[in-house]
């Protein structure tokens, strides 16, 4: 092989190297900004393409995915002049390759430099308790004013979140001590609302502990009484029918001084220390002692 060949070779060569360094691949989520000559082209989108040897170059690669930039802390003043440190985080994606690629120099730096100063603006227009407390309005308005000074590089600001705000040390030993007297306020508060009504519930057991006693006491008595009442009822329907039954059979004088003196002699049962006995009885003792010894004879 003559040196002519040897140079063929190396052209060859050369030319595949370079048609294959032309050959590009453009992955999911990313964009190449294309330039010939030195000026924009086009941009590639994913799939396979062709470049220009030594005519078109990429210029830049850049992401589509949704992108973090977490910016150190800042320093702002409140309306009441209160210095705190905020750090915020930002979440961003790229819309247009090419407002990205030659809208700023640095859009990341932009981006911190802008936030920055936005937070200041709002900050500055609030005071510390509503700073503490307003983060969702902070947020929403950053975000606000971010994507609209963005769109012109080319990026869309999805979310702005505050990441910490940190008071100086004295205004946070301050509201820790806050804190802590409106916990313990707290704290005292349901206690003595509890034993309130722990309080109310023993006297209302003690209340109605002391109407059922009474009521029971009330039954008991009305129960008792009424059992007098009906032993009284019966004693006197007794007598009644005894002496309706009596007055039925027609007793002679003698029958009657009989039955009184069985009744003294029940009475008599020896547990009796003095009896009197009426006169009209003693005759009829009397008569029956003489029956009985005329008996005998």
């Not at 859009?107 to 603006?121: D, H, K, Q, V």
């Not at 308790?129 to 990026?155: E, F, H, Y």
């Not at 009504?197 to 006297?203: F, G, K, Q, V």
């Not at 502990?209 to 009906?230: H, N």
Request: net charge neutral; proline share 4%; with cysteine.
């Amino acid at each position: 092989m003559g040196p002519l060949g040897f140079v063929l070779i190396l052209i060859v060569l050369v030319a595949i190297v370079i048609i294959a360094r032309s050959i590009r691949v453009v992955q999911q989520a990313k964009a190449y900004v294309i330039e010939r000559l030195g000026a924009y082209s086009t941009t590639w989108s994913v799939g396979l393409h062709f470049k220009i040897p030594f005519i078109e170059r990429v210029a830049k690669v850049v992401s589509l995915k949704e992108q973090v930039a977490d910016f150190p802390p800042q320093p702002v003043i409140t309306k009441d002049n209160v210095t705190m440190q905020i750090d915020t985080v930002v979440y961003f994606e790229i819309t247009d390759p090419k407002l990205y690629t030659y809208g700023i120099e640095n859009p990341m730096t932009a981006i911190e430099n802008l936030s920055a100063t936005t937070l200041r603006n709002i900050i500055g227009d609030l005071e510390l308790d509503q700073c503490l407390t307003s983060r969702d309005i902070i947020n929403s308005k950053m975000r606000s004013i971010l994507d609209v000074a963005t769109d012109p590089w080319g990026i869309k600001v999805n979310r702005v979140e505050l990441k910490n705000i940190l008071p100086p040390k004295e205004i946070q030993s301050a509201m820790e001590k806050q804190m802590k007297a409106e916990r313990e306020r707290r704290e005292a508060i349901l206690k003595a609302e509890g034993e309130k009504r722990a309080a109310i519930l023993s006297a209302e057991g003690e209340k109605e502990s002391a109407i059922l006693r009474a009521d029971a006491k009330k039954q008991a008595a009305i129960l008792e009484a009424e059992g007098r009442a009906e032993a009284i009822l019966k004693v006197q329907e007794a007598t009644a029918e005894g002496l309706k039954l009596l007055n039925e059979a027609s007793p002679t004088d003698a029958v009657i001084k009989i039955r009184a003196l069985e009744a003294f002699a029940a009475a008599a049962n020896g547990q009796a220390t003095k009896i009197i006995i009426p006169s009209e009885i003693q005759g009829l003792a009397g008569l029956a002692e003489g029956i009985v010894e005329s008996v005998k004879k």
